[in-house]
């Protein structure tokens, strides 16, 4: 059974590309999500560390970022945190194998907007990533698939 948490922010995205971060360390992972996001007209950057991600979020701006919970020397409430400090607000969709040991924490984090267990469906993720990118009104949800 797939948990996925909601919390969209209601920002509207304007016209420009709509650019996404892929953070994994299971390369595995990080290409199917790229050639999936990459399909439906996404600019993806991907990353496979937390120091990487902070860095091309120094040097790029991202409309979401998909980012694994566990990463090699930071996890990912780590990188939330640091970039959180220099001003970087992008919302991030958390994916973990293990939901039900961070997801307190993850509600309690403004930048995640959703909580993504593994493995997960292709559906599910452009169900998250696209109430993300493209909702106008603020929702919450928890749903179980």
Same mark, same amino acid.
């Given at each position: 059974?797939?948990?996925?948490?909601?919390?969209?922010?209601?920002?509207?995205?304007?016209?420009?590309?709509?650019?996404?971060?892929?953070?994994?360390?299971?390369?595995?992972?990080?290409? !199917?999500?790229?050639?999936? =996001?990459?399909? @439906?007209?996404?600019?993806?950057?991907? &990353?496979? /560390?937390?120091?990487?991600? $902070?860095?091309?979020?120094?040097?790029?701006?991202?409309?979401?970022? !998909?980012?694994?919970?566990? =990463?090699?020397? @930071?996890?990912?409430?780590?990188?939330? &945190?640091? /970039?959180?400090?220099?001003? $970087?607000?992008?919302?991030?969709?958390?994916?973990?194998?293990?939901?039900?040991?961070?997801?307190?924490?993850?509600?309690?984090?403004?930048?995640?907007?959703?909580?993504?267990?593994?493995?997960?469906? $292709?559906?599910?993720?452009?169900?998250?990533?696209?109430?993300?990118?493209?909702?106008?009104?603020?929702?919450?949800?928890?749903?179980?698939?």
């Amino acid at each position: 059974m797939s948990y996925i948490y909601v919390r969209n922010k209601g920002e509207y995205k304007g016209m420009h590309e709509k650019r996404v971060m892929i953070v994994d360390d299971d390369v595995g992972i990080v290409f !199917l999500l790229k050639e999936l =996001l990459s399909s @439906k007209g996404y600019g993806v950057s991907t &990353a496979s /560390t937390g120091d990487e991600t $902070i860095k091309l979020m120094k040097e790029e701006s991202y409309d979401l970022i !998909l980012m694994d919970f566990q =990463l090699p020397m @930071k996890n990912g409430l780590e990188v939330i &945190a640091e /970039t959180s400090e220099i001003g $970087i607000n992008t919302p991030v969709i958390m994916m973990t194998g293990m939901p039900e040991k961070i997801e307190t924490v993850v509600k309690e984090v403004d930048r995640i907007v959703g909580l993504l267990q593994k493995p997960f469906d $292709i559906f599910n993720v452009m169900q998250l990533v696209e109430e993300n990118m493209n909702s106008i009104e603020p929702k919450r949800k928890i749903s179980q698939f």
